[in-house]
């Protein structure tokens, strides 16, 4: 086939590129890719193939700048092994036949990224987990400070970018190394804000230990003594602008979120739901009715549907009335709230049912039903396990109390602390019924509607009991005169 038809299939492929596929580079090297990883559509894609016969990953840059962002990427490798930074070894790199660039790198056998194998450890809750959690995180900061004394800085840094390759950890994506200083070390500004990016990936709960992984960045060669209280202030400004980006992410279609909109209506799923979804996305009514129903009537019919041999929670949120219509079309759903929401806390590490899909009814601008599909809690909610004459058992009372402490130190309101909202499963207390979740910017506001929340949990129970009493005095923000 003409090598610039075969470009051009790569690019128009979208997300479902055809391989294997056989390419020659301008140089005469010969590749076949043989395994998509990963993949920004029409621009890049990383696979498992051959280079000569020989095994590698090949980056394959597909946009009209891809000589630009090839060789950017080149020369990023190029930096990470001239300032001896483990990295895979760049086999080649160059145009390839058709209008593409490819970067060849040796394939790294039984190779597992050090983001997946933390998040693994990290969302367990166990404290072996934790305590793995962070020995991995503490691996990858050698390699860091030995970028960071040549010079370098990785502008997109997390742990995703550094494989796990027997017992050797690389750093990769040269696309996202910079030379900052080509003469001499990072200053210590420059190396604050590329630890924040790093740090801000992680949840809230593990900023108590960045300093004792700056330590562990000090003790390594080329590491230097930071204070922690600017790289801490810099982990929240840069977690907040990611926080930004993210949930703007929710709505648009991309890599992790499928996003389709038209004149009838407008919905987003989680990108590896799409194929289970997509029946309920063409029908949803048929999902609500005949399933197990908890709520219905009013504004809200609850439902728990088995959605291809799974069992998941459907929230239809009806329209009552011509009066209650023309109140809610202007302004986003509470399914749609509800879905961002629910990323909100799952950004921040909070426990809460996996939100999977969202979908609009709309009359052109105009909004009318929604529909919110999550994974469904199998836990038992706080009403039935808690007992009004007894402190909780240490593991529930544990993570209550965290999970309160994380709202508050994050000024995040529920809206309806009723006890039924509340979930104790696998270890954690998770919240549901999200439509009046909120962060405020406002500290005024905050407390006040935070005052709300915590009275609202403490009337589950009755007012004189030790439960009562109990929560009344570990809860965070009690008011002077509470």
Same mark, same amino acid.
């Given at each position: 086939?003409?090598?610039?038809?075969?470009?051009?299939?790569?690019?128009?492929?979208?997300?479902?590129?055809?391989?294997?596929?056989?390419?020659?580079?301008?140089?005469?090297?010969?590749?076949?890719?043989? %395994?998509?990883?990963?993949?920004?559509?029409?621009?890049?894609?990383?696979?498992?193939?051959?280079?000569?016969?020989?095994?590698?990953?090949?980056?394959?840059?597909?946009?009209?700048?891809?000589? !630009?962002?090839?060789?950017?990427?080149?020369?990023?490798?190029?930096?990470?092994?001239?300032? #001896?930074?483990?990295?895979?070894? $760049?086999?080649?790199?160059?145009?390839?036949?058709?209008?593409?660039?490819?970067?060849?790198?040796?394939?790294?056998?039984?190779?597992?990224?050090?983001?997946?194998?933390?998040?693994?450890?990290?969302? /367990?809750?166990?404290?072996?987990?934790?305590?793995?959690?962070? /020995?991995?995180?503490?691996?990858?900061?050698?390699?860091?400070?030995?970028?960071?004394?040549?010079?370098?800085?990785?502008?997109?840094?997390?742990?995703?970018?550094?494989?796990?390759? #027997?017992?050797?950890?690389?750093?990769?994506?040269?696309?996202?190394?910079?030379?900052?200083?080509?003469?001499?070390?990072?200053?210590?500004?420059?190396?604050?804000?590329?630890?924040?990016?790093?740090?801000?990936? $992680?949840?809230?709960?593990?900023?108590?230990?960045? #300093?004792?992984?700056?330590?562990?960045?000090?003790?390594?060669?080329?590491?230097?003594?930071?204070?922690?209280?600017?790289?801490?202030?810099?982990?929240?400004?840069?977690?907040?602008?990611?926080?930004?980006?993210?949930?703007?992410? +929710?709505?648009?279609? @991309?890599?992790?979120?499928?996003?389709?909109?038209?004149?009838?209506?407008?919905?987003?799923?989680? !990108?590896?739901?799409?194929?289970?979804?997509?029946?309920?996305?063409?029908? *949803?009514?048929?999902?609500?009715?005949?399933?197990?129903?908890? &709520? +219905?009537?009013?504004? @809200?019919?609850?439902?728990?549907?088995?959605?291809?041999?799974?069992?998941?929670?459907?929230?239809?949120?009806?329209? &009552?009335? =011509?009066?209650?219509?023309? /109140?809610?079309?202007?302004?986003?759903?509470?399914?749609?709230?509800?879905?961002?929401?629910?990323?909100?806390?799952?950004?921040?590490?909070?426990?809460? *049912?996996?939100?999977?899909?969202?979908?609009?009814? %709309?009359?052109?601008?105009?909004?009318?039903?929604?529909?919110?599909?999550?994974?469904?809690?199998?836990?038992?909610?706080?009403?039935?396990?808690?007992?009004?004459?007894?402190?909780?058992?240490?593991? $529930?009372?544990?993570?209550?109390?965290?999970?309160?402490?994380?709202?508050?130190?994050?000024?995040?309101?529920?809206?309806?602390?009723?006890?039924?909202?509340?979930?104790?499963?696998?270890?954690?207390?998770?919240?549901?019924?999200?439509?009046?979740?909120?962060?405020?910017?406002?500290? =005024?506001?905050?407390?006040?509607?935070?005052?709300?929340?915590?009275?609202?949990? $403490?009337?589950?129970?009755?007012?004189?009991?030790?439960?009562?009493? =109990?929560?009344?005095?570990?809860?965070?923000?009690?008011?002077?005169?509470?």
């Amino acid at each position: 086939m003409n090598p610039a038809q075969v470009i051009a299939d790569l690019r128009a492929a979208g997300r479902t590129p055809q391989l294997p596929v056989r390419l020659e580079m301008q140089a005469g090297d010969v590749l076949v890719l043989e %395994r998509q990883l990963r993949l920004v559509p029409g621009k890049r894609l990383v696979a498992a193939g051959c280079w000569n016969g020989r095994p590698a990953l090949v980056k394959l840059f597909l946009a009209e700048a891809h000589q !630009r962002h090839g060789e950017r990427e080149r020369a990023g490798l190029v930096a990470l092994h001239a300032a #001896g930074v483990r990295t895979p070894a $760049l086999l080649a790199a160059g145009p390839v036949r058709g209008g593409a660039y490819a970067v060849v790198c040796e394939w790294l056998a039984a190779a597992e990224d050090l983001g997946s194998l933390w998040n693994a450890a990290a969302h /367990s809750g166990a404290a072996a987990d934790i305590a793995r959690a962070a /020995s991995l995180l503490t691996e990858a900061l050698p390699l860091l400070a030995g970028m960071h004394a040549a010079g370098l800085a990785q502008a997109d840094l997390h742990l995703g970018n550094f494989l796990l390759a #027997g017992g050797a950890l690389y750093a990769i994506d040269g696309d996202a190394v910079q030379v900052k200083e080509a003469a001499g070390p990072l200053s210590d500004a420059a190396v604050i804000a590329n630890l924040a990016i790093l740090f801000a990936g $992680l949840t809230p709960a593990w900023d108590a230990r960045i #300093g004792e992984f700056l330590a562990a960045y000090q003790a390594a060669p080329g590491g230097r003594p930071l204070d922690v209280a600017r790289v801490q202030a810099a982990v929240l400004t840069t977690r907040a602008r990611r926080l930004h980006k993210f949930l703007e992410k +929710t709505g648009r279609d @991309c890599t992790q979120f499928a996003v389709a909109r038209s004149w009838q209506r407008v919905w987003a799923v989680e !990108r590896t739901q799409l194929a289970r979804l997509t029946p309920f996305l063409a029908a *949803p009514d048929r999902f609500v009715e005949g399933s197990h129903c908890f &709520k +219905t009537g009013g504004t @809200c019919t609850v439902v728990a549907a088995e959605i291809d041999a799974t069992p998941l929670l459907i929230k239809r949120y009806n329209i &009552k009335h =011509w009066r209650h219509a023309l /109140s809610r079309a202007w302004r986003p759903s509470r399914a749609w709230h509800s879905w961002r929401a629910a990323h909100l806390l799952t950004f921040y590490g909070i426990a809460t *049912p996996s939100p999977l899909a969202v979908l609009e009814e %709309r009359c052109g601008p105009l909004r009318g039903r929604a529909f919110l599909v999550t994974e469904l809690c199998p836990g038992k909610n706080l009403l039935d396990t808690l007992q009004p004459e007894q402190i909780p058992e240490p593991p $529930l009372a544990t993570a209550l109390l965290t999970l309160f402490e994380q709202l508050h130190a994050l000024r995040i309101t529920h809206g309806d602390c009723k006890g039924t909202n509340l979930f104790w499963h696998a270890g954690k207390v998770f919240l549901i019924d999200l439509d009046a979740l909120q962060q405020h910017r406002s500290d =005024w506001r905050f407390q006040r509607l935070w005052q709300r929340d915590r009275a609202r949990f $403490l009337r589950n129970w009755p007012a004189d009991s030790v439960l009562v009493r =109990w929560l009344d005095a570990h809860l965070p923000g009690k008011t002077a005169g509470g």
